[in-house]
């Protein structure tokens, strides 16, 4: 579904963020990707949604290439970035009113029910709490109905409790709209939690160390956290930022 090749970028200021940076995700697949901060995870994201050109590299999605945003590809950022004089529904709306359609997309009315926000179509953003918005800016990014979801540190900024509830939920949303998604996170619990497959990033410039894949059955719930397995995984994730730098690995 989603491939990238060789991804390196520099910026004007010379600050080398990535660099052959490679991955491929399946259909349906939930791919983390963690590392130390300023290693060049949210570039990458950038690149993979089309809103960045890369210094050298290519990526595919569904075997074309990906040279320009794109509804076929959502993204979800930290902020929630809602317009304050629009109500949930209509910020939910707005990528159609962009013109941002495929051949398909959900209606408000799904969404809005599929996170848990039925009753509160017609408040506006300051209405409601940090995880509230995050769940309208999920809904954003999905009414396309894209085939992929970016996920840059989406729950970052809320409380654990919010966090936990809001991660949970995004696992079940993934799965019911069969959605294939990459999560940038500090969180190694949260990306364990949520993927099929946790690749660790090397310190700036970005390139993989290495991938843990996560056989935990779905749905998923935190009561896992205390599970062996579970303890396992995240001490997989932990030694591999944790090793001395070795050359780029390639990421299938």
């Not at 800016?137 to 809320?158: C, W």
């Not at 935190?222 to 070795?246: N, T, Y």
Request: glycine share 8%; proline share 8%; charged share 15%.
């Amino acid at each position: 579904m989603l491939i990238a090749e060789h991804i390196s970028h520099t910026y004007p200021n010379g600050v080398e963020a990535l660099r052959q940076f490679s991955l491929q995700l399946s259909a349906g697949q939930f791919m983390a990707i963690v590392g130390p901060s300023g290693c060049g995870k949210s570039t990458l994201l950038r690149v993979l949604a089309g809103l960045l050109r890369p210094t050298s590299g290519k990526v595919w999605l569904a075997g074309e290439p990906v040279t320009q945003p794109s509804p076929r590809i959502g993204m979800m950022f930290q902020d929630a970035a809602l317009l304050p004089w629009r109500t949930v529904a209509q910020n939910i709306r707005l990528p159609l009113e962009l013109g941002w359609r495929g051949n398909a997309h959900f209606s408000v009315e799904e969404l809005i029910q599929l996170v848990g926000l039925r009753g509160f179509e017609h408040a506006y953003p300051r209405e409601l709490s940090g995880g509230m918005a995050q769940r309208v800016s999920l809904a954003r990014a999905l009414i396309t109905r894209p085939p992929v979801l970016l996920l840059d540190e989406p729950f970052g900024a809320l409380d654990a409790m919010t966090r936990e509830n809001l991660t949970a939920a995004l696992e079940g949303i993934l799965r019911a709209t069969q959605t294939t998604a990459v999560m940038v996170t500090h969180s190694i619990a949260e990306a364990v939690f949520l993927a099929d497959q946790v690749v660790v990033s090397s310190p700036r410039p970005g390139r993989p160390l290495g991938i843990v894949r996560v056989t935990l059955p779905r749905p998923r719930h935190w009561g896992m956290e205390s599970w062996p397995e579970f303890g396992h995984l995240v001490g997989q994730v932990r030694a591999l930022l944790a090793q001395p730098l070795v050359e780029p690995a390639r990421v299938n």
